[in-house]
């Protein structure tokens, strides 16, 4: 018998997952049976079974690679040396995140699936466990990039580089969730509007 190449393998449960994401951007976790998948995945019952056991692992392996695209988006715009501005950085973000294809699903599908990722959590210990280490990593990670800013000048130190982090981070979750709900959500706005809110200044009092 011949013997199945780990590349023919790795193919195959792409396939699958690739086929899951783009269920479950449609309809959600729960609305989508493994029917559905079967049927988009262009798979037989087994061949599915094989990699996955249930729908819970299969949401459980898309949940873990959307946070580990969201964390190697984050971690990639953040070791530029020296560090760009939040607008720049938010935009190299959101770019990498909705303006590639990632999970074999379009920009607004990976939106509506990341936001769905993250109720699941609320759900569901194991997932809610994955995405607290990554928030937390993201944190530290940030707060590094904050100290860089301080040691470029570019930010006063009277603010704790952790809320700082903890800010820059919402930002990026708020536009996903815009993403989500209004779809057609250009990057650029965002980085238009960090740059506006980053010109301001304490008006002099004379």
Known sequence: M??????????????????AAR?????????TSM??????????????????????????AIAGEAFAEIRAAFDAAAGSVP????????????????EERVLGVDRGSFARLV????????????L???????YSGLRVSWA???DAYRDSGLMAADVPADHVARTLIATAQGFIVQQALFGD??????????????????????
């Open 144 to 146: 590094g990039l904050v």
């Open 128 to 134: 809610a466990a994955v995405l607290d280490e990554g």
């Open 115 to 126: 936001v769905q990722v993250w109720t699941e959590t609320l759900r569901n210990e194991q």
């Open 83 to 98: 560090p760009p501005t939040p607008d720049v950085l938010l935009g190299r973000v959101l770019r990498r995140m909705l």
């Open 23 to 31: 269920c479950f951007a449609l309809n959600g976790f729960h609305a």
């Open 2 to 19: 011949a013997r199945v190449s780990q590349e023919h393998l790795d193919a195959r449960r792409r396939q699958i997952l690739d086929g």
């Open 35 to 60: 029917q559905d998948i079967l049927r988009e995945a262009g798979l037989s019952a087994g061949a599915v079974y094989r990699y996955f056991g249930s729908k819970e692992e299969l949401i459980a």
């Open 185 to 206: 959500v250009e990057v650029g706005v965002l980085e238009d509007g960090l740059r506006g809110l980053m010109s301001m200044q304490q008006p002099k009092i004379s």
